[in-house]
């Protein structure tokens, strides 16, 4: 039987060799037909204590090792990516790339002269 496997983000890491991940998931309404967030918090098991709060990590259905602990923290390339994209977003990566960078420069133009134009 396969193993279930869940993608989340790091939400405690303060207990030695376990952290609490949050899995998020939309499901729609079975009346009102909208999309709703569900979550649920799930300890896994970090043997190296290599995960720290907000990484976005990739969880894996294992034998039960305490009480409420039967996953274990595995990474895969695809979680990596998401980070490095949430990441990409700021203001320095936008810099290094010379479209994101004209497009800024023309949307500053357009303020400072929307401005003058006030004035």
């Excluded at 039987?1 to 890491?13: I, L, W």
């Excluded at 970090?46 to 034998?63: K, M, S, W």
């Excluded at 320095?92 to 010379?98: C, D, Q, R």
Aim: glycine content about 4%; aromatic content about 6%; proline content about 4%.
């Amino acid at each position: 039987m396969p193993r279930r496997v869940m993608e989340g983000k790091v939400v405690s890491d303060a207990m030695d060799k376990t952290v609490t991940v949050l899995v998020e998931r939309r499901t729609m309404h079975p009346i009102y037909k909208k999309y709703v967030k569900k979550s649920a918090k799930y300890a896994a098991h970090d043997e190296n204590n290599a995960f720290r709060t907000g990484d976005f990590v990739t969880i894996e259905e294992c034998r039960p090792i305490s009480k409420r602990k039967c996953w274990t923290v595995t990474t895969d390339p695809t979680s990596l990516k998401r980070e490095a994209q949430a990441d990409g977003n700021s203001a320095e990566t936008a810099a290094k790339s010379p479209a994101k960078a004209a497009l800024a420069a023309k949307s500053k133009a357009g303020a400072k002269k929307s401005k003058a134009s006030e004035k």
